[in-house]
């Protein structure tokens, strides 16, 4: 099966930058999603790596390593409308099924 | 607007009852997934269909049933409704190839009295 690891809570000021890890464990890898989820709404796609390194959309960049089966989103110049959770996703396992994580939950504070 | 639409926005029935949940992809998707998201858990999957086909399952349980029609609109049934089901339900639809993308619809809220 997967598996994802990722932080339950990170709390950050406006402005700043901050990172929210995601391990993950599956069989047959093809890549690393990230979603945003605002507290009531539907989740939106953020990122999807399939390669080894950095990729960068605006204020956002999500970044992976396939050896250490690791990845992170990075969020700069946090808003407050940034608040929200995080969802790290793989699809694995010979299906088209994704695995989400449990979820980051980001604070932006003043 | 993610262009997914899924009706009803919120749905309250009693326990042992049955409902449907309807959704629509986004124009020229044929996939189309659904999830459970509990209060104090993540987005579980429950089924995907494919261009009328279902193509994954996840922890779906037998009481949940879905299919998807020939215009690829796809509806989740619920039955024996109980207490635990009250959930978020989320459709989401992606292009053939790309199940990493999913665009989500806004969601059923359903409370289970």
């Known amino acids: 099966g997967q598996s994802l690891e990722q932080p339950s809570e990170v709390t950050a000021v406006e402005g700043a930058i901050v990172q929210i890890n995601c391990t993950y464990q599956t069989s047959g890898f093809y890549g690393l999603s990230w979603y945003q989820q605002h507290d009531g709404g539907a989740p939106t796609f953020l990122s999807y790596n399939a390669l080894d390194g950095l990729e960068e959309t605006g204020r956002f960049s999500s970044f992976l390593s396939r050896s250490d089966s690791y990845g992170y989103l990075l969020l700069q110049e946090l808003q407050m409308k940034d608040s929200a959770s995080y969802f790290c996703?793989?699809?694995?396992?010979?299906?088209?099924?994704?695995?989400f994580g449990t979820g980051t939950q980001l604070k932006v504070e003043l | 607007d993610s262009g997914v639409t899924q009706t009803p926005k919120h749905l309250i029935t009693a326990t042992g009852q049955r409902v449907t949940l309807r959704c629509s992809p986004r124009s020229g998707d044929l996939s189309v997934y659904w999830y459970q998201q509990s209060l104090d858990q993540g987005l579980q999957f429950l089924i995907q269909?494919?261009?009328?086909?279902?193509?994954a399952k996840g922890n779906i349980l037998e009481r949940f049933s879905a299919q998807q029609f020939p215009d690829l609109h796809s509806e989740l049934n619920l039955s024996s409704l109980e207490l635990g089901d009250s959930a978020l339900y989320f459709c989401?639809?992606?292009?053939?190839?790309?199940?990493?993308?999913?665009?989500f619809g806004p969601g059923t809220r359903l409370l289970v009295l």
């Open positions: 996703a793989v699809r694995g396992g010979g299906g088209n099924k994704l695995t």
């Open positions: 989401a639809s992606s292009v053939a190839g790309l199940p990493e993308t999913q665009y």
């Open positions: 269909y494919y261009n009328g086909e279902e193509r």
